[in-house]
């Protein structure tokens, strides 16, 4: 099998190098054919020698198709040592026939394509014509009516013949192979030479001994086998780990090793031609969700026709490489301008945001992908590629297709990773720059105080108040999220012992995330940290948000489940912004559901809010929930909360959250039930 045929796709039309060398090539071995095959003469079948020979030159080549797969690498064949012999010793017409029927059997038997199994008996005919002419230019040629002799003086014609056999065969697929890979030529013509060489010109060089045997015994020809199959299969394997090792496993692109060589050469030659390189990351959006959802099997296939789409996006000559996981790279050696970079990203974008259908399931994957530029935006690779992937978060974050990369990145990277190292120290320290603020939540019907959540507040000692917006999120999948959930759990609990060392039994509501409760041990945490500060479990609610219930569903409600047979409350925060079904909040051990501020503060100005937030409330309390709404913030959605039979109620109306010791004196204000206007005030 040749490189003219030797990947399972065939190339599309705007391949069309490849496919003028693949008919230029066809085309020849044709002729070739045509002019040596009117030369064959009958077969006597005393003949011998020659069947067995052609016996084995096509139990070579079916081999690997009984075996289940192909040793066939870089287009070269282990027959080659048998198809030389016919050569030399009964000429051109007979080594193309018996070749070229073997490769015909070979092609129906394995259901090849027509036009590659025409094109490796192109191949052949070309090669083996090549290796005749050197031997014509030497005075030596045989034929089926007079075979040659192996004689010493032979020799040098032999080693021409092997030569040109070689040359031939070489550079044809190593054009063919860079053509249909769009790899630089001169790289893969000197990336195999040398074991190539060695194989065939090992089989090469068995030849003669193959004649040699055959005169003397045809059935002495067999045992040949072992020698060429030790020194063939020694190479194989050579040239089977070298590409391996550059090479990723699953999709069969280039990985982060070969990307790093091909990169260090193309910044070699930067300098010299003054060429601009382009560099791409590319990520998924969301590839998690499909292995999660559809199983691992799903996400590797999908990863297959991703690569596939990839390289038929970008032009002839960049490199697309998969770094790992659902990250790829694209190595433009030559970019002209922005305008042509930005192109090929929109055609990576679009490819890859074709849908596509696993199981049945019709997917419409989305990716973000962050450009940079040498020398702009690095002088060598591993700046250029840090940068990539700066503006390829920046893409994720913005939800834009492609962003090219901007030194503000950087200045923002480097202030986001400052800002969780200062987090970190600040939960260490317990220095006091951290503290939890309060809020009330009070009951609508009896006007009562019913428990108070804690809301995180940081004051940096240089930045000020940082708002939690502005770090929750960028700890949240970092191993500091733990750190964070515990000290706030501590200080909650901490600080309801102190409100009932004042006879104050209020229950206290913190925010837990997806990460929370996917940790092994989070309830055996909160547990022991309600022993060591004698704090009933009744007066610990954990708001967990819908948006946490999609992470991992079966690792989520165990943990809810251990929670719950704890004592401690359960509450379901910003509902109506996520994507809880009927069955799951049926199925959660949830005691109450939180209607979102968004919905809430919106229902004086918006008769639909208005709608939904009632239609909330019913279904709270038709599946047995406390229903609480968020964002009260005047007297007229109080009182219609009221009369739609809403639970309790908090916000700024009521109160903002207040530092622990202010909360303490608010709530030494209003012991007595909130009634009127007038008993609610934020001083």
Wanted: net charge negative.
């Amino acid at each position: 099998m040749s490189a003219l045929g030797g990947l399972n796709r065939k190339p599309p039309i705007s391949q069309w190098r490849y496919w003028a060398c693949f008919w230029l090539v066809t085309v020849t071995g044709a002729v070739v054919m045509a002019l040596s095959v009117p030369n064959l003469r009958e077969v006597h079948p005393a003949d011998a020698s020659l069947f067995v020979i052609w016996a084995l030159l096509l139990l070579l080549e079916l081999g690997p198709l009984f075996r289940g797969r192909s040793d066939d690498v870089y287009g070269l064949s282990s027959s080659l040592m048998f198809m030389f012999a016919l050569l030399v010793h009964w000429g051109l017409a007979v080594a193309i026939v018996g070749h070229a029927s073997s490769l015909i059997l070979q092609g129906a038997l394995n259901r090849k394509a027509a036009w590659r199994t025409a094109g490796n008996v192109g191949l052949t005919a070309v090669c083996l014509g090549a290796a005749q002419l050197a031997l014509v230019a030497f005075g030596k040629q045989a034929s089926l009516a007079h075979p040659a002799a192996i004689e010493v003086s032979t020799l040098p014609a032999l080693l021409a013949a092997g030569v040109a056999w070689f040359t031939v065969n070489f550079l044809v697929t190593s054009t063919a192979y860079a053509l249909r890979s769009r790899a630089p030529w001169w790289r893969e013509l000197t990336g195999n030479l040398a074991p190539l060489a060695l194989k065939d010109g090992a089989a090469i060089s068995l030849a003669p001994l193959v004649v040699l045997t055959a005169e003397r015994s045809p059935w002495l020809v067999p045992l040949l086998l072992f020698p060429l199959y030790a020194v063939y299969r020694s190479n194989v394997d050579s040239i089977a780990l070298k590409h391996q090792a550059g090479h990723d496993v699953l999709t069969g692109l280039p990985n982060r090793i070969y990307l790093l060589d091909r990169a260090h050469e193309v910044f070699a030659s930067l300098a010299a031609q003054r060429a601009r390189i382009g560099l791409f990351v590319i990520d998924l959006d969301r590839f998690k969700e499909i292995n999660d959802t559809l199983g691992h099997h799903a996400g590797d296939r999908l990863l297959k026709v991703l690569a596939d789409r990839l390289g038929a996006a970008v032009r002839p000559g960049d490199l697309v490489a998969r770094l790992g996981g659902d990250e790829f790279a694209v190595l433009l050696p030559d970019v002209v301008d922005d305008d042509t970079a930005r192109a090929v990203a929109a055609r990576i974008t679009e490819a890859v945001r074709k849908p596509i259908r696993l199981d049945g399931v019709l997917l419409s994957v989305e990716s973000s992908l962050g450009i940079a530029f040498a020398p702009d935006h690095g002088a060598d690779f591993d700046s250029l590629l840090q940068h990539a992937d700066l503006a390829m978060y920046s893409a994720k974050r913005r939800g834009s297709p492609y962003e090219t990369y901007s030194v503000e990145f950087v200045n923002g990277s480097a202030g986001r990773l400052t800002l969780l190292s200062d987090l970190r120290r600040a939960i260490e320290a317990a220095d006091g720059e951290l503290e939890l603020h309060y809020q009330p939540q009070v009951s609508l019907s009896g006007g009562r105080v019913v428990g108070v959540e804690a809301l995180l507040r940081w004051r940096h000692p240089v930045r000020g108040l940082v708002p939690p917006e502005d770090f929750i999120g960028r700890v949240e999948n970092t191993a500091l999220m733990a750190s964070l959930t515990y000290w706030v759990i501590d200080a909650a609990l901490a600080q309801s012992a102190r409100w009932a060392g004042c006879g104050q039994q209020l229950r206290v509501a913190v925010n837990v995330s997806a990460t929370d409760l996917q940790r092994e041990g989070f309830a055996d945490y909160v547990a022991s940290r309600m022993r060591y500060h004698i704090v009933d479990s009744t007066r610990l609610q954990l708001e967990i948000t819908e948006s946490a219930l999609m992470v991992d569903p079966a690792s989520v409600l165990t943990t809810l489940q251990a929670l719950a047979r704890l004592g401690v409350s359960l509450s379901l925060d910003d509902f109506g912004t996520g994507y809880s079904s009927m069955s799951q909040l049926h199925r959660l051990p949830v005691e109450e559901m939180k209607i979102d501020a968004s919905f809430v503060s919106r229902m004086q100005t918006e008769a639909d809010d208005a709608t939904i937030v009632g239609s909330m409330i019913e279904l709270g309390r038709a599946l047995g929930l406390r229903v609480v709404a968020e964002g009260v913030e005047n007297v007229a959605t109080w009182r219609q909360l009221a009369g739609l039979g809403c639970h309790d109620a908090q916000g700024w109306w009521i109160s903002p959250a207040l530092p622990a010791a202010e909360m303490t004196a608010w709530l030494q204000r209003h012991r007595a039930p909130l009634t009127v206007l007038s008993d609610i005030d934020i001083a």
